[in-house]
């Protein structure tokens, strides 16, 4: 049963435009959740973070948005960029050892 | 740093054989963890563990042992290799439990 979705498999956006990118979970207790970024042929890296206690957090070009009552997570990316097209993973943590991880969303930024 | 290293990055084996998979970190992490990418699940915990000489279950941990003899290094082995196991394996690493995480460049496995 997936804890976190990704419904959107893939996304294109033209350059210079905003990115969104979506994520729900089913688990209320989530309270951490954080966003990855991955090229092919290389492991996720960190891109974002945001606590429960927060709904919103900025990172340069980057921002979480968090609505608990929702229980949905999206990711912004203004501006686009080329360099930005890669997949995407949110994830989800409430206790213990584990992150959940959703399916991932291939976003395509066209130049 | 080289950050988390996995060796191998291929491999190719036949339904039966046994191999073991090797994560290493030079960040002095405590945490390391295993998962496996699959097309349309994203990523799945296998094991992980918190600390030198622990180890302890993910999600999806059938068919797989672990191992932490030393800190820095997190063994993955597959005993008797079965085509559902064809995937993507990453390692990686964090500070604690619910710090960002370091990932591996990932071992592609095919079992035939």
């Known amino acids: 049963d997936q804890q976190v979705k990704q419904n959107s498999p893939s996304l294109s956006v033209q350059e210079g435009r905003i990115s969104i990118l979506n994520c729900d979970y089913t688990?209320?207790?989530?309270?951490?959740f954080l966003w990855y970024k991955k090229y092919p042929a290389e492991g996720p890296t960190f891109l974002i973070s945001?606590?429960?206690?927060?709904d919103k957090n900025e990172d340069g070009r980057f921002t979480v948005f968090l609505n608990k009552s929702a229980k949905h997570l999206s990711l912004h990316i203004v501006p686009s960029q080329p360099g930005d097209s890669a997949v995407y993973f949110c994830?989800?943590?409430?206790?213990?050892?584990?992150?959940?991880f959703g399916t991932g969303t291939s976003l395509t930024v066209i130049p | 740093n080289a950050g988390v290293t996995q060796t191998p990055k291929f491999r190719v084996l036949k339904t039966g054989q046994s191999m073991t998979l090797l994560c290493a970190q030079d960040?002095?992490?405590?945490?390391m963890y295993w998962y496996r990418q699959d097309p349309g699940m994203g990523l799945r915990l296998i094991h992980y563990?918190?600390?030198?000489?622990?180890?302890a279950k993910g999600e999806v941990p059938d068919g797989y042992n672990v191992s932490r003899l030393k800190k820095q290094n997190f063994l993955l082995g597959l005993e008797s290799a079965a085509p559902s196991q064809t995937s993507v394996y990453f390692c990686?690493?964090?500070?604690?439990?619910?710090?960002?995480?370091?990932f591996g460049p990932g071992t592609r496995l095919t079992v035939l």
């Open positions: 563990s918190v600390g030198e000489g622990t180890t």
């Open positions: 688990n209320s207790m989530f309270d951490y």
């Open positions: 945001i606590s429960s206690i927060k």
């Open positions: 990686a690493s964090s500070l604690s439990n619910r710090d960002r995480q370091f």
């Open positions: 994830a989800a943590i409430y206790t213990g050892n584990q992150f959940y």
């Open positions: 960040m002095n992490h405590e945490y």
